[in-house]
């Protein structure tokens, strides 16, 4: 088992998918700077495209997402959605070479399918597209066959399904009812339509969970194939999500069950052959991400863990980020907002950071630790870090040689407590971070 150090689990950290993290964003960056990021893009990019849409909305969930229970709102958001493809790809003039595009949400699926089919157009006509890798967030109760015939046709490889737990009673406590027939009907239709990597979305910390839970719904999981999964603690932050206040906060696990939990899923998905990445994510080996684990390819963006080697993220839809070399940009979150920019022609940027060489420095220094478990340490940052350190060397979690931080097994899931020493903006952490396990 994982040693277990309270102490040093104490303070919250980012999940690190960009850095500065999105924490940092301020109005200091906005439609210039996206405007000029853009303008001079060249090479590789991926595109992200949001739906901040559900049908139904989970209690726990920290997406930005509305219900999507009114169809001129629907309607709407995908004019707007339309129109931010087309000025941005007016900005990018053919001179970037998309090969990965990723829909998420929300649900996407919350739309019809005829309306994800008009926006792949849309792609296809205002973007350089080079045989694009597809993915796809779903949402297993509400994918109608149609979707499986459109998902088919369009070439969709990769799909995540959000299934967090198979206990009927956890899924009640979260607001989040899905019978084990749906998640079995699903992923049999997205293999039916050609998806050979499939992540399941699961959840330990949850109010009231067992291990015995825990372990039938990793179980059901290895019995349904899923090609990847990522077992994400459950963040209860009811002050920075209202929606969370319908959890029962009293029968949530402490920390000593919550790490217990990790550790039980890591040892158990280890065990059915799974390749861990992290300590929460984990790949068939045959699967594209455990590939690229093997070779060291495995990057960190705001899709967590990627195989996906371009340099550059470009963000459509409300809340989206981009991501380029020296500049992050998040676009308005709220969909009204979005949409009035966009009746303008107006790029809907209103909020980033600036990247320093600095920062991307120390960025290259967090993400080569979460996705490596290993990193090269200038001297300076080593000498700033050296006090903050010293406990995960004294206890056998890390191991330092010359300017090389390596994290020892013992020491995974303290990988983002350690990444997090390098990080300079932190503060106020309790309250803008979940628990680092």
């Known amino acids: 088992m994982w040693p ?15 850095f500065p993290t999105a924490a940092e964003f301020t109005a200091s960056v906005g439609a210039a700077d996206a ?15 949001h739906i901040p849409y559900c049908e139904q909305i989970c209690w726990y969930c920290g997406c930005n997402t509305g219900a999507a229970n009114k169809k001129h709102r629907l309607a709407s958001y995908l004019d707007a959605l339309h129109r931010d493809i087309a000025i941005t790809g007016a900005r990018l003039d053919g001179r970037v ?53 459109v998902l088919q046709w369009i070439g969709v490889t990769n799909a ?85 206040r319908r959890i029962d906060a009293s029968a949530l696990p402490g920390q000593d069950e919550r790490f217990a939990m990790a550790d039980f899923g890591y040892r158990l998905l280890t065990g059915a052959g799974y390749v861990p990445i992290g300590f929460d994510h984990f790949a068939l080996p045959g699967d594209p991400l455990a590939r690229a684990a093997a070779q060291g390819r495995v ?40 949409r009035m920019l966009l009746s303008q022609d107006i790029l809907p940027a209103t909020g980033g950071v600036r990247r320093s060489a600095d920062d991307r420095r120390r960025g290259a220094v967090i993400e080569a630790l979460l996705c490596n478990g290993t990193a090269r340490i200038d001297a300076d940052l080593l000498a700033e870090v050296s006090g903050r350190l010293a406990p995960f060397l004294a206890r056998d979690l890390a191991v330092l040689d010359g300017g090389s931080l390596s994290i020892l097994p013992g ?26 396990v």
């Open 299 to 338: 990057r960190r963006n705001f899709q967590g863990f990627t195989d996906d080697a371009a340099p550059s993220l470009i963000g459509l839809g409300a809340s989206s980020i981009s991501c380029f070399d020296d500049v992050l940009w998040q676009n308005e979150k709220n969909a009204g907002r979005y």
């Open 35 to 49: 405007d000029a990021a853009l303008r001079r893009a060249a090479g590789d990019a991926s595109l992200y495209v």
């Open 411 to 436: 020491g995974l899931p303290y990988a983002r407590t350690i990444a997090a020493l390098f990080d300079p903006y932190r503060q106020d952490s309790a309250r803008r971070f979940s628990s680092a």
């Open 97 to 149: 070479d998309v090969r990965r595009i990723a829909f998420g949400g929300g649900s996407p699926n919350a739309i019809a399918p005829t309306d994800f089919v008009r926006l792949v157009d849309a792609l296809t006509l205002h973007m350089a597209l080079v045989d694009p890798v597809l993915s796809i967030e779903l949402d297993p109760r509400t994918l109608s066959p149609e979707w499986g015939q």
């Open 4 to 18: 277990y150090h309270p102490d040093l689990l104490a303070t919250p950290v980012p999940r690190y998918t960009s």
């Open 160 to 244: 995540s399904m959000g299934v967090q737990t198979f206990a009927p009673e956890l899924q009640a406590a979260i607001g989040r009812i899905q019978p084990d027939a749906d998640i079995a009907r699903a992923t049999d239709m997205l293999r039916k339509a050609g998806v050979t990597s499939l992540n399941f979305d699961l959840m330990y910390g949850l109010p009231g969970q067992t291990l015995e839970q825990l372990e039938a719904t990793l179980r059901r999981t290895v019995e349904l194939g899923a090609d990847r999964i990522a077992l994400f603690g459950y963040a209860h932050v009811p002050h920075m999500l209202p929606r969370q």
